[in-house]
Nanobody, 119 residues
């Protein structure tokens, strides 16, 4: 089992920055992909950024050049640095890790943290 604890959400003005953190505990290692998803009201949950084994990163087109995902393997923590925030970034952000679940692998999710971009 894996537990994820997120922090860093809040209210920010357009153009501002925020940094999300997600600390994982349990059956996780550096090879397990970690990432961030978001869900805006009335929309489906979507991938924001993902970091996989070896440090390869994947970003949604809408956040490329503005968001940066990073990972501290020693702390089992993934970060999302969000710059130049826009109103359309407003959503609940969820941390995700793909890790052992019983005899297979599965997705684990954090509790979600609200990001509101508004003046």
């Amino acid at each position: 089992q894996v537990q994820l604890v997120e922090s860093g959400g809040g209210l920010v003005q357009p153009g501002g920055s925020l940094r999300l953190s997600c600390a994982a505990s349990g059956s996780i290692s550096s090879i397990n992909p970690m990432g961030w998803y978001r869900q805006a009201p009335g929309k489906q949950r979507e991938l924001v950024a993902r970091i996989i084994s070896g440090g390869t990163t994947i970003y949604a087109d809408s956040v490329k050049g503005r968001f940066t995902i990073s990972r501290d393997n020693a702390k089992n923590t993934v970060y999302l640095q969000m710059n130049s925030l826009k109103s359309e970034d407003t959503a609940v952000y969820y941390c995700n890790v793909y890790a052992p679940r019983g005899t297979r692998f599965g997705d684990y999710w954090g509790q979600g943290t609200q990001i509101t971009v508004s003046s």
